[in-house]
């Protein structure tokens, strides 16, 4: 984590009301539907070539992704920042095989996981890379992006007024993006739980499979989604702590014992705060096109 105090800035207070400062949020990853790819070896190749070798490869199908706030809007006491609901933060994605790119449990989180866990956006603090800025360049990925407002389908998808930059969703709001895929090849996301210090939502270490004997898959795959904490920050009282999303300031350090400065699954680390379940924060569903 770094003691650079204006990386912890990138969510705060201002007169009275909630603000969460996304500027630029999608700025230069996003095609405005929330799914270009930055890999310039993506999955898209498939437009040009893919008559010539679709029924050699098995075909590239594209999936229309569904991440829904389905959490209450009473969660936590009305004194909370959010006024009791649980907010969900734009994000980034990748296409991808092999295992998670975003993070392994255990390690530390890059700097464009850190900014999206602390803060919110997938395009990282103010002259540092974000999430879908690494994605590309991670380890068996295929194609990555941002999705965001332009990729919301449901309103409330502003929960705070007018905020400059890409604001989270509410609960009943979503955020709706195709991705292109081949047999054999996973996606994975990851986007900020707010209120938190440092909590984000992804699948686990293998990401989430898009084909199953050959066929995509289809419908509500919420069971393979979990809550994550970063590691980065101190964990404070998501209704009260000063320091947590979206009232965001600076945080005294990393996470203290023994998994400072690593991700672990939440359930893992005994801060005895109160959460949700990641299902009943988010549904994440798959529609094969």
């Known amino acids: 984590m770094s003691d650079n105090s204006t990386r912890r800035n990138v969510i705060r207070i201002s007169g009275g009301t909630a603000a969460l400062a996304l500027a630029g949020c999608l700025g230069g990853g996003d095609d405005g539907n929330g799914n270009e790819s930055q890999n310039g070896n993506e999955s898209q190749n498939g437009d040009e070539n893919g008559d010539e070798n679709g029924d ?142 440092d909590v984000f939502i992804s699948p686990g270490s293998e990401g989430l499979e898009l084909y199953e004997d050959g066929e995509p898959v289809s419908g509500d795959l919420s069971d393979d989604i979990a809550l994550w904490d970063a590691g980065t920050e101190l964990n404070g009282d998501p209704v009260s702590d000063p320091t947590a999303a979206p009232r965001q300031g600076n945080n005294g350090g990393a996470m203290a014992g023994a998994r400072e400065g690593v991700v672990y699954p939440l359930e893992m680390v005994d801060d005895a705060f109160a959460y949700a379940d990641a299902s009943d924060v988010i549904e994440v569903s798959l529609e094969p096109q």
């Open 56 to 197: 050699e490869m098995g075909g590239t199908t594209t999936f229309t992704v569904r991440i829904e706030n389905v959490a209450p809007m009473d969660f936590y006491a009305s004194e909370a920042a959010t006024g009791g609901a649980i907010w969900v933060t734009p994000g980034a994605y990748a296409v991808h095989t092999g295992s998670n790119p975003i993070f392994a449990q255990g390690e530390p989180a890059s700097i464009g996981l850190e900014a999206l866990a602390e803060a919110g956006p997938p395009t990282g603090f103010e002259g540092e890379d974000g999430l879908v800025d690494e994605l590309p360049d991670a380890d068996g990925v295929v194609s990555a992006g941002a999705y965001g407002p332009p990729a919301t389908v449901a309103d409330p998808n502003d929960p705070m007024g007018e905020v400059p930059g890409a604001p989270p969703i509410a609960p009943e709001g979503a955020f709706e993006f195709e991705v292109e895929a081949e047999p054999g090849q996973r996606f994975s996301f990851a986007s900020m739980y707010v209120p938190s210090n």
